[in-house]
């Protein structure tokens, strides 16, 4: 899915987060590693962002609201060698939005954000 589709799911009255995470998963199919929707603390967007290494490769500073691991381990066990796809489905039917709404405004709020 293309941004300018979960755009369009926005549009749809699908809700915000909704949308945003569908963007988050269509940058997971880039390749291995996490997929991640940021908040900039500076400006208050957010943006999707890809890091291909567990530790290194993020914005310093930056708040994550919604995080999602395409490395091999997290999907292999439950959908075999090719269901990234369905991973990625299985993830964005499953995300608690309540959740990831409360760690935006946590990070609007200039608090640390829940973990669940």
Do not use: C
């Not at 995300?95 to 669940?116: I, L, M, P, Y």
């Amino acid at each position: 899915m293309l941004f300018y589709q979960a755009l369009a799911l926005f549009a749809q009255g699908l809700g915000l987060w909704v949308a945003l995470g569908a963007a988050t998963a269509a940058v997971a199919l880039g390749g291995v590693g996490w997929a991640i929707l940021y908040r900039d603390p500076a400006t208050g967007g957010l943006f999707n962002w890809w890091v291909s290494s567990h530790e290194q490769g993020h914005p310093a500073g930056f708040n994550p609201v919604l995080v999602l691991d395409v490395f091999e381990h997290a999907f292999m066990v439950d959908h075999g060698a090719g269901g990234r796809d369905a991973y990625i489905a299985a993830f964005l039917e499953n995300v608690n939005w309540e959740v990831v709404e409360q760690r935006h405004k946590d990070s609007k709020g200039g608090r640390f954000t829940a973990r669940f």
